[in-house]
């Protein structure tokens, strides 16, 4: 399947891919875990991300797009792919477009994840995340706690709170969202690939794009 995930962060669009991934091996890409693994890498890439990051701020369209292009031609992505926070602009939708054409592949749908905002404010501020960029597992201290306080249950890493998850980065995050990646919802409902699926449960969420795509 090839599916665009939309909505704020905290949706729950990360959860939604892992499930989906299980489906038919398509792959989940998600340009924020990309970003942390260059910021704690400490590439080029990374250095030039990171006080966007930190601030809740998005990153230059440029810098995605670059990701993005080269992200999209590796052979994983041939089964299918389930893109995670990206795009996030109209100008990133519009590149996203013009580059699927050049590649000759067409999405299937654009699935927007709507979720009340004071329940995705309590979900982020909540959330932790493991420190392992080649992890990166998610939990949360009150609804999915690890196993052992403070330590990832999959490598044992130490998971930490996100320097964008604090209540003020949180709220930046939610307003940018608003300004500028709500505004995509529109832009797709005219190439009439848009669904908007309501819930907060990521299994409802599956359900619904499982019965979109007849499978
Ligand atoms: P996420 O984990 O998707 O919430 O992304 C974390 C941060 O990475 C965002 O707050 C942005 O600073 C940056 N980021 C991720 N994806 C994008 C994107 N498509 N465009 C611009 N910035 C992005």
């Known amino acids: 399947m090839k599916i665009i995930l939309l909505g704020a962060p905290g949706a729950g669009k990360g959860t939604v891919a892992k ?16 970003l942390r693994g260059a910021v704690q890498a400490g590439s080029e890439l990374g250095k030039e991300a990171k006080g ?24 994983d992505c041939e089964k299918g792919f389930l893109l995670d926070g990206f795009p996030r602009t109209i100008p990133q939708a519009e ?8 590649l000759d592949i067409s999405l299937d749908m654009v699935v927007n994840i709507d979720v009340p905002r004071d329940v995705i404010f309590d979900r982020l501020c909540t959330r932790r995340t493991c420190e392992n960029t080649k992890c990166q597992a998610i939990y949360n201290v009150k609804s999915m ?11 044992g890493s130490p998971i930490v709170q996100r320097a964008d998850e604090t209540q003020e980065a949180i709220a930046h995050r939610l307003d940018t969202y608003n300004e500028k990646t709500a505004p995509l919802a529109g832009f797709y409902e005219k190439k009439g690939l848009l669904k908007t699926i309501t819930g907060t449960s990521s ?11 007849g499978i």
Do not use: F, H
């Not at 706690?145 to 490598?155: L, Q, R, S």
């Not at 299994?203 to 619904?208: C, F, I, K, L, Q």
């Open 19 to 34: 499930q989906l991934t299980q489906l038919d091996g398509s792959v989940q890409i998600s340009t924020g875990d990309i």
């Open 52 to 75: 966007y990051m930190d601030r809740g701020d998005l990153v230059p369209d440029s810098l995605i797009m670059g990701i993005m292009e080269a992200r999209l031609q590796e052979d």
């Open 95 to 102: 590149a996203l477009t013009e580059l699927l054409a050049k």
């Open 145 to 155: 706690p690890p196993k052992k306080e403070g330590i990832c249950d999959k490598c």
């Open 203 to 213: 299994d409802a969420v599956v359900n619904g794009i499982k019965k979109e795509l």
